[in-house]
């Protein structure tokens, strides 16, 4: 008889199935119900300190459930044209890759080191010259159309940085897990945008008097191959898409944009998910209703209107449209991982952004949130853009330890500090970024 090969199970397969029992069966965390935290047997702290390398001075602090960060991030390079060679794939059909956070520092996020989130393949053989945008739908006067050329020389440009982030944007942390590209930390970006208005150009047509919602068609086609099969078409409500930030954008950095990033004109309604943000734009429609377009429907880019159970069953009528993106931050230096040689001060920053909103307050903490200090946080260079922060902490003495980031909104607004809410799809995940130092 053939002996049946035993079927080894990842770390992060166990987690997702149940994180507390992995927590159980992998470091015999035994459960506290009066400090709602676990404490780990000294067998199962062991084993943690081997893989970690180190002693874990804040162990009893660790929250339940948390795979510890080197292990928790974690992804194969993928090389895509353009991009750094460090951005890990998710899925190569369509394509759809982020980026890890210590390539996010720069205060401008660099069209190399940009995440690709797409639905369908990019359009073939794009010829700007003969591009052409037309604004149309039930609730304008005139339908109108313009080239590039046209849209260059009638409108006044205007260069905003602006975030685009994706709305699953770690999905990879929720349990029961969630179905879709397992983003981590890396589906945001900021970079700069040239273009005109999008209600300069949208006035042109004549709004009527029952216009609610834009929305977009773009050029890109279905991974099906049928051109009659629309891949995504969303949108947002007209007073979003009258905003002053709100552009047609031919530019990116100063150059034109890249092809995998919507060449050569998309939109961008920053601090929305960026699947409003629509690339290869080559239609956009002024509606009386909310749109009802592909991925605009159903469950797509919608959370349950209340909290609801993990793992519940949520009828497609108690689903709300996500609008403005949540409260949250990025730690882009150091990278995770670090070994640092004795217990000396230790310089941290990254980013901070919180949607339609801007970010008060920033603070860190290495004691898995038990205590929180604050750090520097500077203003937006504009409105929709992240805001640079930087701190320092001191680690009290050899041994593994997680710096947490956690951004406050001006509406007092906090990130959770491990999970917020679930909800089916996995969208909307802002709890705190955390890196692994290991001081020697």
């Given at each position: 008889m053939k002996k049946s090969k035993?079927?080894?199970r990842g770390l992060h397969e166990l987690y997702r199935e149940d994180p507390l029992k992995a927590d159980r069966e992998?470091?015999?965390?035994i459960a506290d119900p009066i400090s709602r935290r676990g404490f780990l047997r000294k067998s199962g702290l062991l084993t943690m300190m081997g893989i970690l390398g180190a002693e874990i001075p804040f162990a009893q602090l660790m929250p339940e459930g948390l795979i510890p960060a080197p292990l928790a991030y974690a992804n194969e390079p993928f090389v895509i044209p353009g991009k750094h060679p460090e951005l890990s794939i998710l899925n190569d059909r369509p394509i759809n890759a982020e980026t890890p956070p210590h390539l996010l520092d720069d205060p401008i996020t660099p069209a190399a080191r940009m995440f690709v989130r797409n639905n369908g393949l990019p359009p073939e053989a794009v010829n700007p010259a003969n591009w052409t945008l037309t604004i149309g739908g039930e609730s304008v006067e005139r339908e109108v159309t313009f080239s590039l050329a046209e849209l260059?020389?009638?409108f006044k440009h205007h260069t905003l940085q602006l975030q685009l982030e994706c709305g699953g944007n770690g999905r990879s942390e929720f349990y029961p897990p969630a179905s879709g590209n397992q983003w981590t930390t890396g589906a945001i970006a900021c970079p700069t945008w040239t273009g005109a208005k999008l209600g300069d150009v949208l006035r042109v047509a004549d709004i009527r008097q029952d216009a609610v919602y834009v929305a977009y068609y773009g050029a890109d086609r279905h991974l099906s191959g049928d051109p009659d099969k629309t891949v995504i078409s969303r949108g947002v409500p007209l007073e979003k898409a009258l905003e002053n930030e709100s552009l047609i954008a031919w530019a990116m950095n100063g150059e034109d944009i890249p092809p995998l990033h919507g060449a050569p004109m998309r939109m961008v309604t920053a601090g929305w998910p960026g699947s409003t943000c629509g690339k290869w734009v080559k239609r956009i429609v002024i509606r009386n209703q909310v749109h009802d377009g592909p991925k605009m429907t159903g469950k797509s880019y919608r959370v349950p209107c209340n909290p609801v159970e993990p793992g519940a069953k949520v009828a497609d009528s108690d689903f709300c449209i996500i609008?403005?993106?949540?409260?949250?931050?990025?730690?882009?230096?150091?990278?995770s991982g670090l070994q640092l040689a004795g217990t000396k001060q230790l310089q941290v920053r990254g980013h901070a952004w919180a949607g339609d909103l801007a970010v008060k307050a920033m603070q860190i903490s290495i004691d898995f949130g038990a205590s929180w200090q604050s750090c520097e946080l500077k203003p937006a260079r504009n409105r929709l853009a992240w805001q640079q922060w930087r701190g320092?902490?001191?680690?009290?003495?050899?041994?593994?330890y997680e710096i947490w980031a956690r951004a406050t909104d001006d509406q007092g607004t906090r990130q959770p500090m491990v999970m917020p809410g679930w909800n089916p799809k996995g969208y909307l995940n802002n709890a705190c970024h955390r890196i692994a130092v290991k001081v020697v």
């Amino acid at each position: 008889m053939k002996k049946s090969k035993k079927h080894e199970r990842g770390l992060h397969e166990l987690y997702r199935e149940d994180p507390l029992k992995a927590d159980r069966e992998i470091w015999g965390r035994i459960a506290d119900p009066i400090s709602r935290r676990g404490f780990l047997r000294k067998s199962g702290l062991l084993t943690m300190m081997g893989i970690l390398g180190a002693e874990i001075p804040f162990a009893q602090l660790m929250p339940e459930g948390l795979i510890p960060a080197p292990l928790a991030y974690a992804n194969e390079p993928f090389v895509i044209p353009g991009k750094h060679p460090e951005l890990s794939i998710l899925n190569d059909r369509p394509i759809n890759a982020e980026t890890p956070p210590h390539l996010l520092d720069d205060p401008i996020t660099p069209a190399a080191r940009m995440f690709v989130r797409n639905n369908g393949l990019p359009p073939e053989a794009v010829n700007p010259a003969n591009w052409t945008l037309t604004i149309g739908g039930e609730s304008v006067e005139r339908e109108v159309t313009f080239s590039l050329a046209e849209l260059k020389s009638e409108f006044k440009h205007h260069t905003l940085q602006l975030q685009l982030e994706c709305g699953g944007n770690g999905r990879s942390e929720f349990y029961p897990p969630a179905s879709g590209n397992q983003w981590t930390t890396g589906a945001i970006a900021c970079p700069t945008w040239t273009g005109a208005k999008l209600g300069d150009v949208l006035r042109v047509a004549d709004i009527r008097q029952d216009a609610v919602y834009v929305a977009y068609y773009g050029a890109d086609r279905h991974l099906s191959g049928d051109p009659d099969k629309t891949v995504i078409s969303r949108g947002v409500p007209l007073e979003k898409a009258l905003e002053n930030e709100s552009l047609i954008a031919w530019a990116m950095n100063g150059e034109d944009i890249p092809p995998l990033h919507g060449a050569p004109m998309r939109m961008v309604t920053a601090g929305w998910p960026g699947s409003t943000c629509g690339k290869w734009v080559k239609r956009i429609v002024i509606r009386n209703q909310v749109h009802d377009g592909p991925k605009m429907t159903g469950k797509s880019y919608r959370v349950p209107c209340n909290p609801v159970e993990p793992g519940a069953k949520v009828a497609d009528s108690d689903f709300c449209i996500i609008e403005s993106m949540p409260v949250k931050s990025l730690i882009t230096y150091p990278r995770s991982g670090l070994q640092l040689a004795g217990t000396k001060q230790l310089q941290v920053r990254g980013h901070a952004w919180a949607g339609d909103l801007a970010v008060k307050a920033m603070q860190i903490s290495i004691d898995f949130g038990a205590s929180w200090q604050s750090c520097e946080l500077k203003p937006a260079r504009n409105r929709l853009a992240w805001q640079q922060w930087r701190g320092s902490v001191q680690f009290p003495q050899k041994g593994y330890y997680e710096i947490w980031a956690r951004a406050t909104d001006d509406q007092g607004t906090r990130q959770p500090m491990v999970m917020p809410g679930w909800n089916p799809k996995g969208y909307l995940n802002n709890a705190c970024h955390r890196i692994a130092v290991k001081v020697v």
